[in-house]
T-cell receptor, first 113, second 111 residues
Framework: DTAVSQTPKYLVTQMGNDKSIKCEQN?????MYWYKQDSKKFLKIMFS???????INETVPNRFSPKSPDKAHLNLHINSLELGDSAVYFC????????????FGPGTRLTVT | QQQVKQSPQSLIVQKGGISIINCAYE??????FPWYQQFPGKGPALLIA?????SEKKEGRFTISFNKSAKQFSLHIMDSQPGDSATYFC??????????FGAGTTVTVRA
């Protein structure tokens, strides 16, 4: 009965490759997010979708492209991977109103070599 | 720039002691202040949250103190237990969906 799930859990790839991370939530939430946690554990929001519509797009290289096929899924595609993309990426979801609890997935550890 | 400043970066406390983590913010539009707990290899999970209309909120051994005029809030963990060893993040948001997180505090509770 996993609430927010991500695949894969670990991703090791070489510079220049393209990769995707998938996220699914079974909570019935309307809003989903992608966060990046760097090696110092700092958490920064990247994107947010509400009912499949992009509502937050932080200063993220355009090599990162989110896609929400339906409100239960939010995928993250990364083109031309760079060493600095190595991090843990977390998907999260919440239900309006704004300022409500966000439920995080287990994270995907991306290592770019 | 970081909108929520958190300190200390880490702390060690003996079992049964009190852990105190402090956060400060500048954006007066913030109206929701949650604390998240993260164990190694896991995603953050909501621990406790407060809105600025109250100065304190307590849930079990965890208490948030909120000082609106000073734009500061803190988390107190009473009777700290080894199972409380984790990284704690304060956060804040305004009338949008964006949570701004502090840098995190790694708490180690020694038995």
């Amino acid at each position: 009965d996993t609430a927010v799930s991500q695949t894969p859990k670990y991703l090791v790839t070489q510079m220049g490759n393209d990769k995707s991370i998938k996220c699914e939530q079974n909570l019935g939430h309307d809003t989903m997010y992608w966060y990046k946690q760097d090696s110092k554990k700092f958490l920064k929001i990247m994107f947010s979708y509400n009912n499949k519509e992009l509502i937050i797009n932080e200063t993220v290289p355009n090599r990162f492209s989110p896609k929400s096929p339906d409100k239960a899924h939010l995928n993250l595609h990364i083109n031309s991977l760079e060493l600095g993309d190595s991090a843990v990426y977390f998907c999260a979801s919440s239900q309006p109103p704004q300022g409500s609890e966000q439920y995080f997935g287990p994270g995907t550890r991306l290592t770019v070599t | 720039q970081q909108q929520v400043k958190q300190s200390p970066q880490s702390l060690i406390v003996q079992k049964g002691g009190i852990s105190i983590i402090n956060c400060a913010y500048e954006n007066t539009a913030f109206d929701y202040f949650p604390w998240y707990q993260q164990f190694p290899g896991k995603g953050p999970a909501l621990l406790i949250a407060i809105r600025p209309d109250v100065s304190e909120k307590k849930e079990g051994r965890f208490t948030i103190s909120f000082n609106k005029s000073a734009k500061q809030f803190s988390l107190h963990i009473m009777d700290s237990q080894p199972g409380d060893s984790a990284t704690y993040f304060c956060a804040a948001s305004s009338n949008d969906y964006k949570l701004s997180f502090g840098a995190g505090t790694t708490v180690t509770v020694r038995a």
